[in-house]
């Protein structure tokens, strides 16, 4: 397994501004991953992030709104841009151990008012 | 792309007793299916996987079985307790170019009455 650590736990943030959270790994992994959960709902990915390149966006998500950095094999950061309520959600990072099997960190809860 | 159906969506038992839980999946290349426990304010814990070579694992008081003609598996909780309340999902492995990507389940809220 690994150990992951996401910063910060949860936010509180106006509208039209900008949270960028970070993710820490313990151990050097090839492939990092950031989900979405919104309220009451299941796990959508927002993109891979794989040290060296540039992250790869899933449908609906785009670098512009959801800009992330991976610098190194233990670290990415997401941001979270231009902020509307609707981005209220915990974003949660993943990483992908050995073939396929994904830990998650704690989460970050934001909500935007 | 990967579409993976779970239910149900709610599942109450009492203390002692089985718990069931089922998905499907659509894509026939997948061959990793894991499941996931989500406690309140938690992150997702990996609590057991199987591999498309494997009809079966067990894991204790859990298990898996996957049926991969028909394209789906489920989750099985023995004696339950009521620590196994939370929100389960399953999820389905998406083959891309040197690495897989997860597809999740809706989730299915486990209630166990004391």
């Known amino acids: 397994s690994a150990v992951i650590s996401q910063k910060p736990s949860r936010d509180i943030c106006q509208r039209g501004t900008s949270l960028t959270i970070q993710c820490q790994v313990d151990s050097q992994v090839t492939m990092m991953f950031w989900y979405r959960q919104q309220p009451g709902q299941s796990l959508t990915l927002i993109a891979t992030a794989n040290q060296g390149s540039e992250a790869t966006y899933e449908s609906g998500f785009v670098i512009d709104k959801f800009p992330i950095s991976r610098p190194n094999l233990t670290f990415s950061t997401l941001t979270v841009s231009n902020m509307s309520p609707e981005d209220s959600s915990i974003y949660l990072c993943?990483?992908?151990?050995?073939?396929?099997?994904?830990?998650f960190g704690q989460g970050t809860r934001l909500t935007v008012v | 792309g990967e579409n993976v159906e779970q239910h149900p969506s709610t599942l109450s038992v009492q203390e002692g007793d089985s718990a069931v839980i089922k998905c499907t999946y659509s894509?026939?290349?997948?061959?990793?299916f894991p499941w996931y426990k989500q406690e309140l304010g938690k992150g997702p814990q990996l609590i057991i996987d199987i591999r498309s070579n494997v009809g079966e694992k067990k894991d204790q008081r859990i298990a898996v079985t996957l049926n991969k003609t028909a394209k789906h598996f489920s989750l099985h909780i023995t004696e339950t307790q009521p620590e196994d309340s939370a929100v389960y999902f399953c999820a389905a492995n998406r083959r891309g170019s040197g690495y897989s990507t997860l597809t999740f389940g809706k989730g299915t809220m486990l209630l166990v009455s004391p």
């Open positions: 993943s990483v992908d151990v050995r073939d396929a099997r994904a830990f």
């Open positions: 894509d026939s290349a997948s061959n990793y």
